[in-house]
């Protein structure tokens, strides 16, 4: 399941996402994707200064229950992952920093998020992720380009991390 804001889409603004992962053969792989951004404190976040280690990047909003019962997931396989690997959360839609914070704060975000009130981060993933639903993940290989990507919510911790361990392989 994702999040979205569009009608027809039910009370409670969900649309669905497969929450199955997509993986890109290296051959297959598009140009490195080029985002950077303020987190939420202010602090630049760019992308090209994390090549050389895959990256994943997960698109979240504080109001987003799937967002929300995902996180642990996340935050086990940054730990079970550790300096191999760099997380960057990108936060969308939220109106204000201060959601996301609490969001950050409560449920112990490891690691920092680029915020995106007006989700135009969302555009290098073009083509790969649906620009409303949320959550989503893509895992960036060391040169920066688009490896694996997850519409909806990252069914386990263990697909993650092997996913992520598909790219560390290569």
Do not use: H
Not at 72 to 101: C, H, Q, W, Y
């Amino acid at each position: 399941m994702g999040c979205s804001s569009l009608s027809g889409t039910g009370d409670k603004g969900y649309i669905t996402g497969t929450g199955v992962p997509t993986e890109v053969k290296a051959v297959d792989r598009g140009d490195p994707v080029e985002l950077a951004g303020e987190d939420l404190d202010g602090e630049e976040i760019d992308l090209a200064d994390l090549r050389g280690k895959p990256v994943v990047v997960n698109v979240w909003a504080s109001w987003c229950p799937p967002c929300i019962s995902e996180q642990p997931d996340l935050n086990e396989a940054a730990a079970e992952l550790g300096d191999d690997v760099e997380f960057v959360g990108l936060n969308i839609r939220d109106a204000s920093t201060d959601d996301a914070k609490a969001f950050v704060r409560d449920l112990e975000v490891p690691y920092g998020s680029i915020y995106s009130a007006d989700g135009a981060a969302l555009l290098p993933f073009a083509g790969t992720l649906t620009p409303r639903s949320i959550p989503s993940t893509v895992v960036l290989d060391g040169e920066g380009r688009i490896a694996a990507s997850v519409n909806g919510r990252i069914p386990t911790t263990q697909t993650l991390v092997s996913m992520v361990e598909a790219v560390l392989g290569e």
